[in-house]
């Protein structure tokens, strides 16, 4: 994903003097392309993530677009208040993205580990949340964000994610993706988590079930449409996140759910279950040992459905 990003970002950056990128001191390997391309557009503003979010938001406001990159919590929970003050507040043009949401850093322990970012951006007022899938829908978002006029978080993998689609017609922020219809089963995924939610659709295909599967790039703002026909429509929802289940994606689709005046579908959310990882690994192990690989997936899923 880091990669499409970034070949993504230098095209319309190219075309647009006004689009600004600025890191946190890493990254070099990847963003070597922007900087030879565009290298006046591009500042390194060194291991002060907090300066650097400050320096964006003043870059902004005097007419850029300016994209911070670093890795797991470093572009959001160590600048928080900067996020919060500096460019939400003032509705400023930046765009902050992390590199390796969720368990991609694993073996360098919790403290890279960014299992809380998509429930605090999204308590931000007017902040848009998103979590492409694959390559095309991280293509897609850095576009859709590149010409979104306000604050913005993209949440990338580190790389290696399948392609699921081959292109997306009218891909719009704010709106869900379906990628297989199906029956009583509905299985919503935000995040390169998608690929162990298609490993775990083929398992419940194998035993007869035919669920339905969309991915969200957007979290915020989330596609209330697609979640209130679903829950009309399908006897399980589930919810997939490389993330807490507190607060993040599977907490704004049951937002949704309970305002609703008449809805069918119970509500399963997957992710971590509002704990820290101890375990230090791989993002592979990780996932395996927190509930979140494609057996552990299907089976919640069959549980639930048997239930």
């Known amino acids: 994903m880091r990669d499409t990003f970034v ?16 890191t946190g001191d890493l990254g070099f390997g990847v963003l070597k392309p922007f900087w030879e391309t565009v290298p006046d557009q591009f500042t390194n503003a060194g291991i002060a993530e907090q300066n650097m979010t400050t320096v964006a938001a003043g870059m902004a406001l005097e007419g850029k677009i300016v994209f911070t990159y670093s890795i797991g919590n470093f572009p959001t929970l160590r600048c928080l208040e900067q996020i919060r003050n500096d460019c939400a507040y003032h509705n400023a043009n930046v765009k902050v993205v992390c590199i390796g949401g969720g368990f991609v850093y694993g073996s360098l322990g919790m403290s890279h580990q960014a299992t809380e970012d998509l429930a605090i951006l999204r308590a931000l007022p007017d902040v848009v949340v ?15 964000l590149a010409a979104y006029p306000g604050t913005a978080y993209l949440r990338l993998g580190r790389g290696g994610e399948k392609r699921i ?51 969200f790039p957007t979290v915020k703002p989330i596609d209330k449409e697609v979640i209130e026909d679903c829950a009309k429509e399908f006897e399980v ?26 809805k069918k579908a119970y509500l399963l959310r997957i992710g971590l279950n509002d704990e820290y990882s101890v375990k230090v690994g ?26």
């Open 165 to 215: 689609h081959d292109h997306i017609e009218n891909f719009q922020i704010g709106k869900a993706i379906k990628v297989k219809s199906g029956e009583k089963i509905a299985i919503f995924s935000t995040g390169a988590i998608f690929e162990e939610v298609n490993a775990a659709y083929d398992i419940l295909v194998s035993k007869g079930y035919s669920p339905a599967v969309y991915t």
């Open 237 to 262: 929802i589930v919810t997939c996140e490389e993330h807490n289940i507190v607060g993040g994606f599977g907490s704004a689709v049951a937002e949704v759910m309970a305002e609703m005046q008449a």
């Open 130 to 144: 998103m979590a492409p899938a694959d390559l095309v829908e991280a293509e897609e978002c850095t576009k859709a």
């Open 7 to 22: 070949k993504t970002l230098v095209d319309l950056a190219k075309e647009d003097k006004n689009i600004e990128l600025v």
């Open 282 to 307: 791989n993002q592979e192990y990780l996932r395996e040992q927190y509930g979140m690989d494609s057996k552990a997936i299907a089976r919640k899923i069959e549980e639930t459905v048997n239930e």
